[in-house]
């Protein structure tokens, strides 16, 4: 195999014309120059220079390798310099995929910092909600995924693969319409609302949903369904039905004509931050990930 720190003196011996103004050059002795290029032959399998008293002269394969030599070590040098660009965040790119309500109030914050912190760094935002986030994760269409699991959930086992850091705990509310009995009574019994009418929200949050109700002992009527938090809060408004939100997801939308309730039994989710191992280690994944947990806590 050839090394770069060999094609290195190699150019500074075809350069000098000896060993002993090559190792001045180089900053080395004249043995380490002459071991060095001992060395070369043995990987290159041929002889590279021809040695007449105290001249040198570059061999047919010598001039080759010297010839290439110039574009690998450039592009050695272009490639060091990106590396270290990278690792010392003056470059560098991640993909963020986030769930909503978490692109609309945790996400804006995070990246506002790593823009004013790092601007060499790009990252770009694309949205989905788990379990569909979390296979791109792994699939590799993204570096750094906002997911969330309710308590209880099995997603423990689900991302024990993962690194996975915890952001914050996000309380689930009722929405009821303004003109509704309840409005204004600060705080509301799932077994209160059992023969209302249900607007649900995504998939995985409509299932936690019939679960939360069965467990209060009925089953949701549920009229209306809509991955679009502003839709929910819309139609509670308008007077068609009850829902339970995300703070987060509330915090993110002007709710015009509703009502918020804390509701009995407490539900929570739990938001976090996902990302693989290897990618935790790459600069400008930390990094955008303590910008998360920042933005988390305020």
């Known amino acids: 195999m050839i090394e770069a720190r060999h094609l290195r003196i190699l150019r500074a011996v075809a350069g000098t014309g000896s060993f002993s103004a ?14 060095q290029m001992k060395a070369l032959e043995q990987s290159a399998g041929t002889p590279l220079l021809v040695r007449t008293g105290r001249e040198m002269r570059l061999t047919q394969a010598g001039e080759a390798l010297v010839r ?32 909503p309500s978490g692109s609309s109030t945790l996400v804006p914050t995070a990246l506002a910092a790593m823009r004013a912190e790092h601007p060499g760094t790009r990252i770009s935002l694309v949205e989905a909600e788990p379990p569909r986030s979390v296979e791109m994760l792994r699939e590799g269409d993204c570096d750094l995924a906002l997911a969330f699991r309710y308590a209880g959930a099995s997603a423990v086992a689900e991302w024990e693969d993962l690194v ?19 409005a204004g009574a600060g705080r509301v019994g799932m077994a209160e609302l059992a023969d209302e009418p249900w607007i649900a929200g995504c998939p995985r949050c409509r299932r936690h949903l019939v679960e939360v109700c069965e467990g209060a002992g009925f089953t949701p009527r ?3 369904a809509t991955d679009d938090y502003p839709a929910v809060v819309g139609l509670v408004g308008a007077g068609l039905g009850v829902a339970v939100l995300p703070e ?13 309730l804390a509701v009995e039994p407490a539900v929570e989710r739990e938001v976090v931050a996902l990302t693989l191992p290897d990618l935790a280690r790459v600069p400008a994944v930390a990094a955008t990930l303590g910008e998360l947990v920042r933005a988390a806590a305020r």
Do not use: N, Y
């Open 22 to 35: 090559a190792a001045r050059e180089l900053g080395c002795t004249q043995p380490a120059v002459s071991q």
């Open 68 to 99: 290439h030599a110039a574009g690998i070590l450039a592009g050695l040098t272009a490639a060091e310099e990106e590396v270290a660009a990278i690792a010392g965040l003056r470059a560098g790119r991640v993909r963020l995929v986030s769930f």
């Open 164 to 182: 996975v850091t915890p952001l914050l705990t996000d309380r689930l509310v009722g929405l009821v319409p303004e003109a509704h009995p309840l």
């Open 222 to 224: 549920i009229d209306f």
């Open 248 to 260: 987060l997801a509330v915090e993110s939308v002007r709710a015009k004509g509703v009502s918020t």
